[in-house]
């Protein structure tokens, strides 16, 4: 892939000092018996990225007698030093000459990571973007930076960690990775300290610029500390690090909404309406445990009925995923059919009052989201509390857990037998994952 990598690898790393005790630079801190750069530069390779420019600071000599021109390690490395510290963009000053004119990405120094950058890059050019950022659910986005997307996934703001947040919000992190058109060296038009999200990408968003997320469920962590680094190593040996790179085929726990992970009161349009079942949180965080995937699949069609606007359901996905990251959880996607085939209701949105492929038991938004994340059918899971929920399943491949809650397979729309037939959500995680692979990804 002609692609240019430049890593901010310049950090003094203060919260690791027990760790580098002013010997190493940050970005050299050993995970696993080998330096976190190290990490990163395979990690370029093996997706074909193999032209480098590491910008550095505090013990730069450290790095460069480790990597040197980075032969020996079948790349190219370049580095630019910066003799005061610059901020996580006074360097695109000095960038501008050393990049080529084709998209770059860019990388934090302190970053575990395995990304199918392929995918990303593809993404950016095939949204004509300015700027990429990569974005991802954590079970901390109370106290994480995100990013607001509109439906089209165009940012439309920061909010930062420090905001006091009064509103429903989306678990979209912002993860310390980008892709960049070279034009945004550009707008650093002095060799002085600047701030990539305060003064570059803030005001782009502001001035209209295509700024873009890249949502993906793929390992990427600031290691910065050294709590996240036993983490990290934790991860490191259960494989969750290349397990959930897309490159490789995942599985997934796909999950109805509606009388699944919310109590089931009919047809849910308003979000004060919207509770969660009180073990929702708790199978999520099994899935999230688990190294698989766990993504909503559900039927609106209140949006078709007239009852509510498209806004009105993603409000409440919003509150969703506030709740579920209060509890330390996230679901890595949702995805809904707003539409309705029959005709005649008071208040029906004619424009959504139509015949479509995602509507369940259809499978258009099973194969989205297949398509989207690598998804291997034939080792993932459907749970819903519906016959229609388990006809989905079977229609798309996979095997199937009805839930004793909500309908309960009350609607007996479909005569269909479950692989599983469960308590609540909770119950049917677990005996997915004891029956699948005892919980392993």
């Not at 309406?273 to 965080?285: H, I, K, T």
Request: aromatic content about 8%; some cysteine.
């Amino acid at each position: 892939m002609k692609v240019t990598a430049v890593i901010m690898a310049g950090g003094k790393g203060t919260r690791l000092a027990e760790l580098t005790r002013d010997e190493i630079p940050k970005p050299m801190v050993p995970v696993a018996g080998k330096p976190l750069l190290l990490w990163q530069v395979e990690r370029l390779k093996e997706n074909g990225i193999t032209d480098i420019v590491m910008v550095i600071g505090h013990l730069s000599e450290k790095i460069q007698e480790f990597f040197g021109d980075g032969a020996q390690f079948g790349v190219r490395i370049r580095y630019f030093l910066e003799e005061t510290p610059l901020g996580t963009a006074g360097s695109f000053f000095y960038l501008n000459g050393m990049l080529a004119e084709e998209p770059f990405l860019m990388m934090s120094g302190d970053l575990l990571f395995d990304v199918d950058f392929e995918r990303m890059v593809q993404f950016h050019k095939e949204k004509g973007a300015a700027a990429t950022l990569f974005v991802h659910p954590n079970g901390h986005p109370f106290d994480s930076d995100l990013l607001v997307l509109d439906e089209n996934d165009r940012a439309v703001r920061f909010d930062s960690k420090h905001n006091t947040r009064d509103y429903w919000y989306d678990n979209c992190v912002n993860a310390g990775i980008f892709v960049f058109e070279k034009s945004i060296c550009g707008r650093v038009k002095a060799p002085e300290k600047c701030n990539l999200e305060n003064d570059i990408l803030k005001a782009m968003i502001e001035e209209g610029e295509p700024v873009f997320g890249y949502r993906s469920p793929e390992y990427v962590k600031d290691v910065g500390t050294v709590d996240r680094i036993s983490q990290a190593l934790k991860d490191i040996e259960r494989g969750f690090i290349s397990g959930k790179c897309l490159k490789k085929k995942q599985k997934c726990i796909f999950l109805d909404r509606d009388g699944t992970l919310n109590q089931y009161r009919g047809l849910v349009y308003r979000e004060e309406d919207f509770e969660l079942e009180p073990c929702a949180a708790e199978a999520v965080r099994l899935i999230n445990g688990s190294g698989r995937l766990g993504i909503v699949v559900t039927n609106q069609p209140v949006v078709a009925r007239g009852l509510c606007e498209m806004e009105d359901v993603e409000r409440i996905h919003r509150k969703m995923a506030t709740l579920f990251g209060r509890e330390g959880v996230y679901l890595d996607d949702v995805f809904f059919c707003p539409h309705h085939p029959d005709k005649g209701y008071p208040e029906e949105n004619p424009a959504y009052k139509i015949p479509c492929a995602c509507r369940k038991p259809k499978i258009g938004m099973i194969l989205e989201a297949a398509e989207k994340y690598h998804i291997d059918l034939s080792q993932s899971w459907m749970v819903g509390d519906t016959t229609m929920d388990i006809q989905t399943g079977i229609n798309a491949g996979m095997r199937t857990a009805l839930v004793l809650t909500g309908e309960a397979g009350g609607d007996k729309k479909y005569d269909v037998k479950p692989d599983l037939v469960c308590r609540d959500v909770l119950e049917a995680v677990k005996m997915i994952l004891a029956e699948s692979d005892g919980g392993a990804a």
